[in-house]
Every structure is written in structure tokens, then in C-alpha cells.
């Protein structure tokens, strides 16, 4: 797991930078930046800017290119093997785009599995992404996965909870972007661009904290971008057959810095509108130094990238083909000398701990055999020699067991000892009774005792009465003893056969 992430959201007018160090369950913000771009898209300089605002060094880099370089297609495919789906695709889309297919990295994600693949392609050209790389790699910064900007926006936001299945992203800049999700996968994306020079000018004023309120020109802008944006949906449904039904509209970028954007939507698409804080997140954390600098409007974008996992259906990433980033050597030497000395490390810990192990079980066998030894003296003190205490105790079991059996009127499933469990399950516990003699023979039992009344001795009597061992119990005697204070009796029981 990498220690630093830097994610670096790049767009025509600005850059974007936050930094997150990784944990086991959440990430720690650290630092964040926003600079502008010049007139003359000069990201030399504005990354030098950045630069000097924060640290950018960290281990793992994902940027993003700006949608408006990007074409969006939408398909469907009749198998659902992604393997197939890569090999196929450049085929698929060559009438469709205006460069050949060899001029374009490729990438998709996966929309909808039905009878059917519905597919989302995106595609740029590989002048425009050398350039781009040429650019940050002379400023120090070589990025491991590029995204299109705005979408781990909406990746992070369908993670959280009590987002509905169906909803509507929008980014609201310069250039609007649009990202519709059906059941929670993004379904479409375009990129529009506002008319009207006094939107642009008042989009770029929020950047700044003015929000003056609203007027007529500013209205007719956002209502022209939202009948975009309805048109787009309603020539979506007609072409895939799907119904369009966001419960939610949420919104970010520039735009989302003006307070009456969230009415504006809703009054439009007749569905509440949220600003979204990716920062909200429970696994997201700030340093205490960052919370002054931090705007979720500005910054979601970065942060998205920051926390990117980079799977398959989750984003996209164009650095592929003779763009794929490949660990130089060195780098690689350096790591896998921090693998071998975790790995010593761990082996090292492994044997302590099973030789810390083996003593204690070895300490308490001792002591175990030495208190097995000391019942077996107790028990059998007549034995001098011990060899196996617990193998010379069950002999000796095994010979008092074959001699009960051999009295009289004893046998395997005649044992007193079942014949005295008998009785003394019979006895009502209750009662206080002293049995003093007890006479067993191969047709009868005798027990004699002191109880305290002669009531007790017909409960005595009445208990026994019920075994299945005896045929008849009968009170032989009852009589109070010399001092008049207990009752000496006898029982007989005729035993069963």
C-alpha cells in the first residue's frame, strides 16, 4: 500500500492538488492546493506555482485529462467476456469516431449486463496524451493512472451511503460535464459548453467568493445548459430504449461556490439538487492545518483521484499501450530490498515465537506429568513402581471393575454401583436421613439408618417403590431411638430379576 497519494486534477483554467497518506481503513488529507492556468495554457508554470504552495513528491500520482479532449460512445456488445469486449472494440468504434483507431487510446467500463453489454468507451488521441505526459514529466510529475476528469467524483460519491440507485452529476465550470449513473454504474457523459460570456465571467468570480445574487442573464444560462443536458437524456432513451429517471441531481466544481445553483436545478428538473463533500466521507480525515485551505466545491476532483482504487468498472485509465507506466529498475531493486528485509524481519519474529512456544508447552508438560504422577501416589499408594501413570491407573480401574462384577448377584448389567445410584436418585433430597448400614444380596437390599420422622421413612419408602430394580420395599422396622429425638428403620426391597 503506497504511503503518499497525490491526486492532480487538471483543467483548461486551473490545476488542482491533494494529498492523502494511506492507513489500513481510511486516508489522512494532508495537503491541498489550487492554482490558475494562464491564457496561454502555460502547466509549466502553474505546476511550478503548485510547487510552491505544497509538496507534490509523493509515491503514487493519478491525474486526470480534461473531458472536453475526450469522446464518450456509448455501445453494446452481444458477449460479456471483458477479454472480448477489449479485442472487438477498436473495431466497433472505428466508424464512429474521427480519427483512425490506431491514433486513439482506448478504455471502457461496463454499464449494464443483461441479455446484452451496454459499454461506455472512451477514447483520446495519443498526440494529445504524449503531449500532456511531456509537459508533467518536466515539471517532475509522472503519473501512474490517468482518469477523465469528474468521473472518480462520481465513483467516490456511489460509495457512500443513501445514494440513490439513479441520479445526475453535474460539473459546473467553464465547460459543464454531465455523468448519468443507472443502478449505481455510469451510464453516460458528455461535456457541454456554456453560452454566454457573463456566465463564464461570473463562473470564474465564485472561484473569488463573489456571489452577488441572482440575475436574469445568469438564469438563462443555467436554463440553457439544463435544456442541454434534458435533450441529451431524452436522445439517451431513445437510442438504448432506457428509461431516464434521476432521483437526484448533485453537483460540484466552480458553480457549486454559487448559493442558489442547488434551487436553480431543482426548479428545473423538478428534483432536489446536493452540493457534494467528498471530504464527509468517514474514511476520509484532515490534519488540522488543512481545514482552512480545503473547498469541496474546488477540490473534490483531486481528492477522488487521490482515493482512486483503480478497478476495473471503477474509472477509466488511459495510460496504456506505449503510455503504460513500467517501474524502472532501480526503483524496483530499491523495493524488493524493503521486501527482503520485511520478510527477515517476519522470520525472524516467527521463530522467536515458536521457540517462546515450544518452552511453555514444554514447562507446562512437566508440570502436568509431575501432577498426573502425584494423584496416581495418592491414589495407589501400594504401587512402587510408576512406568505410564496414566496407563497402570487404568489397569488398576479395569481389576476393580472385573471384581465388583464378581459378587454376588452382580453382573455386567447388574453393577452396585448402578444399584446405589439407583437408590440415591429415589431418596428425596429434601429429607434428612443417615444410613448406617446397608446389606446387598443376590435377592434383596437392606438398608438401615436414622431419620427425624416416620413420615420421612414412608417417603423413604415411597421413593424406592417406583425403581424398576425392586419388586416390593417393604419397612422391615420403625421405632424412636432412647432419647425419643430420631427414628431408627429398616427397609427391605425384594430385588427384580
Same mark, same amino acid.
Given at each position: ?17 491533494? $494529498?492523502?497518506?494511506? *492507513?489500513? @481503513? ?44 475526450? &469522446? ?36 471502457? %467500463? ?24 511531456? $509537459?508533467?514529466? +518536466? ?6 493512472? &490517468? ?17 440513490? *440507485? ?42 473569488? *467568493? ?16 439544463? $435544456?442541454?443536458?434534458? %435533450? ?8 438504448? $430504449?432506457? @428509461? ?11 458553480? +457549486? ?52 482504487? *483503480? ?42 515465537? &515458536? ?6 508447552? @514444554? ?16 491414589? &495407589? ?5 510408576? /512406568? ?6 487404568? /489397569? ?20 452396585? /454401583? ?73 427397609? @427391605? ?5
Amino acid at each position: 500500500m503506497p504511503g503518499k497519494i497525490l491526486g492532480l486534477d487538471i483543467s483548461e483554467a486551473s490545476i488542482t492538488a491533494v $494529498q492523502v497518506t494511506s *492507513g489500513l @481503513k481510511t486516508y489522512r488529507v494532508t495537503a491541498c492546493a489550487r492554482v490558475g492556468i494562464d491564457e496561454n495554457n502555460d502547466l509549466t508554470s502553474a505546476m511550478k506555482s503548485l510547487s510552491e504552495r505544497m509538496d507534490i513528491n509523493s509515491d503514487v500520482c493519478i491525474s486526470s485529462i480534461p473531458g472536453e479532449y475526450v &469522446l464518450f460512445r456509448n455501445l453494446r456488445m452481444p458477449f460479456k467476456d471483458e477479454k472480448k469486449i477489449r479485442q472487438t472494440l477498436p473495431f466497433e468504434i472505428e466508424s464512429m469516431v474521427p480519427l483512425p483507431v490506431d491514433d486513439l487510446i482506448i478504455d471502457f %467500463n461496463i454499464a449494464d449486463r443483461t441479455d446484452q453489454t451496454d459499454i461506455l468507451v472512451v477514447s483520446v488521441n495519443k498526440s494529445y496524451i504524449s503531449e500532456f505526459l511531456e $509537459q508533467l514529466q +518536466a515539471c517532475g510529475i509522472d503519473p501512474d493512472v &490517468l482518469d477523465v476528469r469528474c468521473i472518480p467524483v462520481v465513483v467516490s460519491l456511489l460509495k457512500q451511503e443513501g445514494i440513490p *440507485g439513479d441520479g445526475l452529476f453535474l460539473n459546473i465550470e467553464k465547460k459543464i460535464t454531465m455523468v448519468i449513473y443507472l443502478n449505481k454504474s455510469i451510464a453516460l457523459i458528455r461535456v457541454f459548453t456554456c453560452d454566454g460570456d457573463a456566465f463564464v465571467r461570473y463562473i470564474a468570480g465564485l472561484t473569488n *467568493g463573489d456571489d452577488t445574487g441572482i440575475n436574469e442573464e445568469i438564469e438563462l444560462c443555467f436554463n440553457s445548459f439544463c $435544456q442541454q443536458i434534458r %435533450n441529451t437524456i431524452h436522445a439517451f432513451e431513445q437510442e438504448t $430504449q432506457k @428509461k431516464v429517471n434521476p432521483e437526484k441531481i448533485f453537483f460540484s466544481g466552480p458553480g +457549486a461556490l454559487y448559493s442558489k445553483t442547488g434551487d436553480l436545478l431543482s426548479r428545473f428538473f423538478e428534483i432536489p439538487a446536493d452540493p457534494v463533500d467528498l471530504g464527509m466521507s468517514k474514511r476520509v480525515l484532515f490534519d488540522e492545518s488543512i481545514s482552512e485551505t480545503w473547498n469541496p466545491a474546488l477540490m473534490n476532483g483531486a481528492l477522488a483521484l487521490a482515493l482512486r482504487d *483503480g478497478k476495473q468498472g471503477r474509472g477509466f485509465n488511459l495510460r496504456k499501450d506505449e503510455f503504460e507506466i513500467t517501474t524502472h529498475y532501480a526503483a524496483l531493486k530499491k523495493d524488493l530490498k524493503k521486501v527482503a528485509v520485511f520478510l527477515l524481519v517476519v522470520m525472524v519474529c516467527l521463530i522467536a515465537d &515458536l521457540g517462546v512456544d515450544y518452552y511453555y508447552l @514444554k514447562k507446562r508438560y512437566v508440570s502436568l506429568n509431575n501432577k498426573i504422577t502425584q494423584v496416581f501416589k495418592e491414589a &495407589l499408594p501400594d504401587v512402587r513402581k510408576i /512406568v505410564d501413570p496414566v496407563q497402570q491407573m487404568r /489397569v488398576k480401574i479395569n481389576e476393580i471393575r472385573d471384581s465388583a462384577i464378581s459378587l454376588p448377584g452382580i453382573n455386567q448389567k447388574n453393577k452396585v /454401583v448402578d444399584l446405589l445410584e439407583d437408590i440415591s436418585q429415589r431418596v428425596p433430597k429434601s429429607i434428612s436421613v443417615h444410613v448406617n448400614r446397608m446389606v446387598i444380596d443376590p435377592d434383596s437390599v437392606s438398608i438401615g439408618g436414622n431419620t427425624d420422622t416416620f413420615n420421612t421413612v414412608d417417603s423413604i419408602k415411597n421413593g424406592l417403590e417406583s425403581s424398576p430394580l425392586f419388586n416390593s420395599v417393604t419397612i422391615s422396622s420403625a421405632n424412636l431411638d432412647r432419647a425419643g429425638k430420631h427414628v431408627r428403620f429398616e427397609i @427391605k426391597m425384594q430385588r427384580s430379576r
